[in-house]
């Protein structure tokens, strides 16, 4: 694409000189393109809270092929903090929710110096502002989902530039993954895996009109990505009295509510395109990766090299390569090791690997690091 595009301007450029040959010519500069480009990636580790360890931020620069472990921490001089959950870049800063701590803290992504600390409680109350989940942003805003007192979840809109609440949404039972589509707010209300009130809450954001959506196939909805018109929500089904999870999968969610199963997966991410899933049920016997295309609704399978036990996976919307976190075994219990450093293996569209780098404890949430340079 780089060479491609340098030629074409060497070309524009050896057309000017050619035909500049008026006077009204003479200023004329050849236009550069604005294109963006993907630099790399941050992934937000939750840490081990059983075995004391912090939540982490690991940066990945695969222009340069390197790999920084503990970066907010190295910079900053100070932890994330326990359980570090989500992160989200909007504009020039990096935003990262810490559960435990009842923080959002506030980056910059270049330097990842933080610029402030949002402390949830303060802009809430001791009940709605406890433990904020997952982030969204919407024309200047920041959308912030939170448990609250868990029967009643809410989402916080504040503002980018004074960081001051403009509004709070009421959800559902232990609001987790939130995803704006156009202009309307989805969010996957959890109920903490109980399998009773679990539902997602649809906001018209232009009118404040609210949808309650419950379905039979909506128990457990954790995550959500938007495409298009649609919120696409990664329910983790059931479990039953061993722990074995069954059920667990995405669904296309509309704005009017309508509800479809399309694709079975424990993880999910998108590139705006297509919906990558792996498929590793707790308690179950095998793993599968699929890719679900959005427009033709095809569903395709491969098989990742080199993955011990993945713990997540993104796609870049830029370069379209495909990353997957993995657990290292742990050389005692023979088992994934949940409190050790992971990996991070990178391969291209078509599933080849290209490299493989190092992460922290517990990876949970990944966001691309994308920045507008001309040519």
């Known amino acids: 694409m780089k060479k491609y595009l340098l030629s074409l301007a060497v070309l524009m450029m050896g057309t000017t000189l050619f035909t500049a040959c008026g006077d009204d010519d003479d200023d004329k500069i050849p236009e550069r393109k604005a294109v963006t480009v993907s630099e790399g990636m941050f992934v937000v580790g939750s840490g081990n809270v059983r075995s004391n360890i912090d939540g982490n931020l690991t940066y990945i620069d695969y222009t340069n092929g390197s790999s920084t472990l503990n970066a907010f921490q190295k910079v900053n ?41 949002i402390n949830t409680v303060e802009l809430l109350g001791a009940t709605d502002g406890i ?24 989402v916080a809109a504040v503002d980018t530039t004074n960081f001051q609440l403009v509004k709070k949404y009421s959800t559902g039972s232990a609001t987790d993954g939130i995803g704006i589509a156009g202009d309307y707010l989805f969010a996957a209300n959890s109920d903490y895996g109980n399998n009773k009130n ?56 509309g704005t009017d509510g309508s509800v479809r199963r399309i694709v079975d997966g424990t993880a999910m991410c998108t590139d705006g395109k297509r919906i990558f899933t792996v498929n590793a049920p707790f ?35 830029i370069t379209g390569d495909i990353f997957i976190i993995s657990y290292n075994e742990n050389p005692d219990t023979h088992y994934a090791g949940y409190n050790m450093p992971t990996y991070v293996n990178q391969y291209d569209a078509n599933g080849t690997f290209k490299k493989k780098f190092e992460c922290g404890v517990g990876p949970i949430s990944i966001v691309f690091n994308t920045n507008v340079k001309y040519e």
């Not at 949808?211 to 929500?233: E, F, I, L, S």
């Open 283 to 317: 308690g179950g016997s095998s793993i599968n990766y699929n890719i679900y295309d959005i427009a033709t609704g095809a569903t395709t399978s491969w098989e990742p090299q080199d993955i011990y036990s993945p713990a997540a996976i993104a796609a870049d919307p």
């Open 131 to 154: 433990s904020p989940r997952a982030l969204a942003s919407y024309k200047g805003q920041l959308f912030i989902s939170l448990y609250g007192n868990s029967t009643n979840g809410v």
């Open 77 to 117: 001089g100070m932890s994330l903090g326990k359980t570090a959950n989500f992160a989200l870049v909007y504009g020039q800063k990096l935003y990262i929710a810490v559960d435990g701590e009842n923080t959002v803290w506030v980056c910059n992504k270049n330097t990842l110096k933080q610029e402030r600390r």
């Open 198 to 253: 679990a539902s997602i809450t649809i906001y018209n954001l232009n009118t404040g009109e609210k949808r309650d959506v419950k379905h039979a196939d909506v128990t457990n909805p954790m995550h959500v990505v938007t495409a298009g018109n649609y919120a696409y929500v990664l329910d983790y089904g059931t479990y039953d009295e061993n722990w074995n999870q069954s059920g667990a999968g995405v669904r296309q969610v």
